[in-house]
């Protein structure tokens, strides 16, 4: 009876197949030299795992239809997704070459479980390596944009010999400058290989490099009346004219490499290891203007603008876009250096960070029967980064002497001047450290265990992961601020339990209409930098550091079928204990300050669904939105330091934080996109966008009683310091043509994409507040007002031309 069916089923696919094949239609065009294979029998739990399987529909459909700007998912943080490569974690710059060298990605959004892998409530992306040769193993292709460089080329290779060997390249150069926004430009050029070798079945070592070389020129926030003085939303006070040539103030240069050596080998017929080893290592650099008893070289300071000055010719200077007040006016700097009699006035400087990241990671898989599979195993992982500053461009001087600039006229520490006191009055020139040198290490080491089960149509996931960690400081200066201890050599040793428990639980109604929930908790370390008042010279480190908590829930449901496929999410994450500390001058207290805020908690809440209707064989129709709340779940702790002695300017304030939502979340959201799939290689799409009810990045200073309190005199002052801004809503309208060729073994596409097709030029992308509080004395009285909101716009109307060629 069995056979009977089976055979009855074949014929139906067959004949299915050959109705739907045309002449004129070269949709898969290799379909010929596929192999006939016979049908296997198998139990039934195979028809629910479609069902059960992990996709990001919402993720896929709004990664590039939503409008371009700050944008974090369920209010997270983008460090709450992971991105791993056989266990190993990888920053955003390595992923399109991984892509080109053939990696396959999966993207587990949330709580989703993904087999081998510990992410948190942000998520987890995954890149693996498929067996085998790709069916078209070269592409090359060319691309011409105008958003941050002008020409892109990309090439790859794979090829397979003898013996279990395999081997792919591939190359990533980008170059040019930004059309729309001056002194943006991008020089960058990624490299990589993999090199395999399969040994049998499920064993193999592969051993993967990249490096990524790159400079690029970024922008520079600014607040709304420089942008309206100017007329430009894309404003970009970074850059000035030297000897007639646009040079920006604030470049980042970074190298980078990657490698990733992993094995794979079966220990028994149930039993399987995957060990992998990831190090990293180079530097990153980003250069800016610093001045030594001078005036801030900056254009947009509130003191040059016309609201402080007062006067018109400011404002006419501003209007009529005289660059030597709009801009950087570098031919200036050079003057006043050069009248200096040797010593740098204003020089041009690098914040350098040198990185050594390392890890290990052993996974053991264990089939237990069919239906329940273990993995369990270990992870280690050492970050240590050593940050110093370093001399790039004295602009015409000879020299600076190593010493605290800021505190040259103060009536109390003006005799304790040295940066390194172990080194007193350095002279330095291009090329040398200064200013600060230290290091953070972070050290982790976890133990994993995971418990998959899928029966036909029930299926759990319990995950547990605990560990320890450690960060530390160590300081290469002795600052005479701080002598001794206090700044140099090894900081007290902060030690932390991060650990993660997840339980997913699913029931499949049929093979295509599936239900899962999930719950999680977790704790995990605060970034190192957040937990010293001031990394730079002091080894001070906040009082009492815990790890973040994070508390998650997840409900999802995911309907499947010939038409329609289905997704929708709710959800709900609460965080707890965030610290955060930051280093600003602070005006009510007329000195530079330390601050640190601790006991953050946030809480995200809301609805995320996505679908996909094929409407016919060649249209087919995307849709996504999202709906939810992003707000601060309770008032932090705000504990303020003066940076030259560490003695209290305000300790522990509470922030009235509990009613500000979370800043660049946008938490209504909305995309739909229209593809056809023509005739001989013809296709388009038009797509549109929506983002609303977004909010600028509160800050907790302004919100305490020695700010707000102590500045909101009225009850409009008041306001000013505790309300948070909405921004606008943003829409966006894209459009895309593409028009590929197929030959014998190869094809050629061209394709064309036009983002913000509308034109709309004053959609903001995101903005702060500021930290600084503004004094107005009118007659005998003081009066408060915060600065001004940094904001940064979006891009205008944008276009990417692409020829691509695989063969």
Request: aromatic share 12%.
């Amino acid at each position: 009876m069995l056979k009977s069916r089976c055979c009855l089923l074949f014929l139906l696919l067959s004949s299915l197949q050959a109705a739907a094949q045309h002449p004129d239609d070269e949709y898969y065009p290799y379909a010929e030299r596929e192999e006939r294979r016979e049908v296997l029998t198998t139990d039934s739990a195979i028809f629910y795992r479609a069902v059960q399987g992990v996709s990001d529909l919402y993720g896929d459909h709004t990664d590039f239809n939503l409008p371009q700007v700050a944008r974090k998912r369920r209010g997270l943080d983008y460090r709450a997704m992971r991105t791993s490569l056989s266990g190993v974690d990888l920053p955003y710059r390595y992923l399109s070459l991984l892509r080109l060298l053939g990696a396959e990605e999966e993207r587990y959004a949330g709580l989703a479980a993904a087999p081998g892998e510990w992410g948190s409530a942000g998520g987890v992306r995954l890149f693996r390596f498929p067996e085998g040769e790709p069916l078209q193993p070269y592409f090359a292709s060319v691309r011409f944009t105008d958003r941050n460089y002008l020409v892109g080329a990309k090439v790859a290779a794979a090829r397979t010999f003898g013996g279990g060997w395999s081997l792919s390249a591939a190359a990533d150069a980008r170059t040019g400058r930004d059309m729309h926004v001056e002194g943006v430009f991008t020089n960058a050029l990624t490299a990589g290989l993999r090199l395999a070798r399969r040994f049998g079945p499920g064993h193999e070592f592969a051993l993967l490099c990249i490096v990524p070389p790159s400079m690029r020129g970024t922008r520079l926030s600014s607040s709304e009346e420089a942008f309206s003085l100017t007329g430009d939303r894309l404003y970009n006070p970074a850059w000035g004219f030297q000897d007639g040539r646009v040079r920006n103030s604030r470049v980042r240069r970074e190298t980078i490499p990657l490698a990733v050596a992993a094995y794979e080998v079966p220990l028994s017929p149930a039993t399987s290891l995957t060990a992998a080893f990831g190090a990293e290592a180079g530097v990153s650099k980003y250069s800016m203007l610093d001045w030594y008893d001078a005036r801030t070289p900056m254009p947009d300071n509130y003191r040059y603008l016309p609201s402080y000055a007062g006067d018109r010719e400011t404002e006419l200077a501003w209007r009529s876009n005289d660059t030597r007040y709009t801009q950087v006016d570098w031919d200036e700097l050079v003057r006043r250096n050069r009248m200096a009699a040797g010593h740098a006035v204003y020089a041009l400087e690098d914040r350098a960070e040198r990185l050594c990241n390392l890890s290990l990671n052993a996974l053991f898989t264990t089939d237990a029967d069919a239906r329940l599979t273990f993995r369990y195993g270990i992870a280690f992982r050492r970050e240590n980064t050593r940050s110093y500053k370093q001399m790039r461009d004295l602009l015409g001087a000879e020299y600076v002497t190593d010493i605290d600039r800021f505190l040259v006229d103060d009536d109390t520490y003006s005799n304790l001047l040295q940066n390194d006191l172990r080194h007193p009055d350095r002279t330095i020139r291009e090329g040398d450290r200064f200013g600060y040198d230290y290091t953070l290490t972070v050290r982790t080491a976890l133990v994993r265990v995971q418990a998959d089960y899928r029966a036909d149509r029930f299926r759990a996931d319990l995950s547990a992961e605990l560990g320890s960690g450690a960060v530390s400081r160590r300081g290469h200066y002795e600052k005479e601020l701080f002598p001794g201890a206090q700044s140099y050599g090894r900081s007290r040793v902060m030690r932390f339990t991060p650990y993660a428990f997840r339980v997913v639980a699913g029931w499949a109604f049929s093979p295509r209409c599936y239900l899962e929930a999930a719950v999680q908790a977790d704790a995990r370390m605060p970034a190192a930098e957040d937990l010293f008042y001031q990394p730079l010279y002091n080894n001070r480190t906040v009082d009492d550091p815990v790890s973040g908590r994070t508390y998650a829930a997840e409900l999802g449901w995911r309907l499947t079928g010939p038409v329609l496929d289905l997704q929708a999410t709710a959800f709900a994450v609460l965080t707890l204990d965030g610290t955060e500390t930051r280093r600003y001058y602070d005006d009510m207290a007329s000195v530079y300050c330390d601050m640190a805020v601790t006991g953050i908690g946030r809480l995200s809440y809301g609805v995320e669904a996505a679908a996909d209707i094929r409407l016919s064989y060649r249209w087919r129709l995307s849709l996504a939105a999202s709906a939810g709340r992003y707000k601060y779940a309770r008032d932090p702790v705000v504990t303020v330091l003066s940076d030259v002695d560490n003695s209290v300017v305000d300790l522990r304030a509470v922030s009235r934080m509990g009613g500000c939502e979370t800043g660049g979340a946008p938490q209504l959201t909305a995309a739909a996109e229209l593809a056809w799939f023509g005739t001989k290689g013809w296709g388009c799409r038009a797509s549109a966008g929506y983002a609303g009810r977004r909010y600028v990045e509160p800050m907790p200073l302004r919100r305490t009683d020695r700010i707000a309190g102590q500045g909101g005199i009225t009850r409009e002052a008041f306001e000013a310091f505790t309300r948070q801004e909405r921004l606008a809503d943003a829409f966006t309208l894209d459009a895309s043509l593409f028009k590929s060729f197929y030959f014998d073994r190869s094809r050629l596409t061209a394709a064309l994409m036009l983002r913000n097709l509308l034109g709309d030029a004053d959609t903001p992308y995101g903005g702060y507040e500021s930290l600084r509080v503004r004094r107005i004395r009118p007659g005998d009285d003081t009066l408060y007002t915060p600065h001004a909101t940094r904001y940064t716009y979006a891009w205008p109307r944008s276009f990417y031309l692409t020829v691509s060629y695989r063969f």
